[in-house]
């Protein structure tokens, strides 16, 4: 494994490991991804008719993912919310930092969603947008081949819809 692909692989399991292990103290009032976005709102900012939210892990309800009704799409494969911990959003804000100017993550600030926020980018594939609401924060992810700047875009309006319930 090239030393940069090795880099990237440990971030990517660090953010894993740091998400799926962060602390419920300082976790979001929210306990239920499914229920803080409809399959409308989903549908209307990602231009595609969506499926209903499904839990990942059945009993773990942090964690939703919603898919194209009509499967997978160019654009759109499926978009999850996870809710976490104020301590795993600033954990992927240091992972980001770290990898800052070696390729492997970068972290993008924006302004106008919660009390902070961030995209955390890894290569030109995958880009989550990260919020900070009060005590606790959440993460959005579109995964699929729409450019990233679009990408971007559609996590954001759902973001808005998000934070205003944590």
Known sequence: MRPRSCRYAISVVVLMVG???APTAGASSATDACSLLTQAQLSAA????MDAGKYVTPGFLKTCTWAPSNGPTPGVKFFTLYLQSVEGFEGGKSLGQMGQGNGAAVVTPLSGVGDDAYYLSFGSNITSLMVKKRAGAFKLTLYGATAPDKAMAMEKTLALLVAPQL
């Open 46 to 49: 990602l231009a595609v008719p």
């Open 19 to 21: 998400a799926a292990a």
